[in-house]
């Protein structure tokens, strides 16, 4: 039973570098989420989609993109990482027709030098 | 500006004793409240939520109260156990979800 799986769950990167951050649920939800936390501070939303097929961007969604794969995977992608990227990122997902996310992966804890 | 406001960084309380932890809101077009629970090293665990149209919602140990007039709402744990010890996020929504800082819930033995 492992809901949400997001990798790496680690990675150090030089500014200018590109990423893909993966994710995948295994609960055929509908919807899945990208969010960001930084310290001190709550989660704030980058990209969401609530269907396979589309995408929408939340608070912060500059300097990412993301792609729903299929049902299954939504990725995370940073084209040119900057500095003020470093943070922690989470993907969800959920059922709900709101945007509320259920269900959190792990994490991926993302440092740019 | 923040919509959602946990005021209390951090809390303790005595294992059995209840925990109450506070959020203000700024936002009237919000209409539907949640909490969650993280650990460190682990995602936020949903808790609990309630609908504008009610003023309480109860699940177990916890209990959420809503104070529309007041833009304010509360999670009771009662009684709380040395596994509450975590980090509790509220969040608010109309048709995105705003996140709270958080409050560290420290249970003493």
């Known amino acids: 039973n492992a809901g949400v799986t997001q990798t790496p769950k680690f990675q150090v990167l030089k500014t200018g570098q590109s990423m893909t951050l993966q994710c995948a649920q295994d609960?055929?939800?509908?919807?899945m989420y990208w969010y960001r936390q930084d310290p001190g501070m709550g989660l704030r939303l980058i990209y969401y989609s609530a269907s396979e097929g589309t995408t929408d961007k939340g608070e912060v969604p500059n300097g990412y993109n993301v792609s729903r794969l299929n049902k299954r995977e939504f990725s995370l992608r940073l084209e040119s990482a900057a500095p003020s990227q470093t943070s922690v990122y989470f993907c969800?997902?959920?059922?709900?027709?709101?945007?509320?996310?259920?269900?959190f992966g792990d994490g991926t804890r993302l440092s740019i030098l | 500006d923040q919509q959602v406001k946990q005021n209390s960084p951090s809390l303790s309380v005595q294992e059995g004793r209840i925990s109450i932890l506070n959020c203000d809101y700024t936002n009237s077009m919000f209409d539907y409240f949640l909490w969650y629970k993280k650990y460190p090293a682990e995602g936020p665990t949903f808790l609990i939520s309630i609908s504008s149209i009610k003023d309480k919602n109860e699940d177990g140990r916890f209990t959420v109260f809503l104070n529309k007039s007041a833009k304010h709402l509360s999670l009771h744990i009662v009684p709380s156990q040395p596994g509450d010890s975590a980090v509790y996020f509220c969040a608010a929504s109309d048709d995105k979800i705003i996140f709270g800082k958080g409050t560290r819930l420290h249970i003493l033995p």
């Open positions: 609960m055929n939800h509908n919807s």
């Open positions: 969800a997902s959920s059922n709900e027709e709101r945007i509320q996310p259920q269900h």
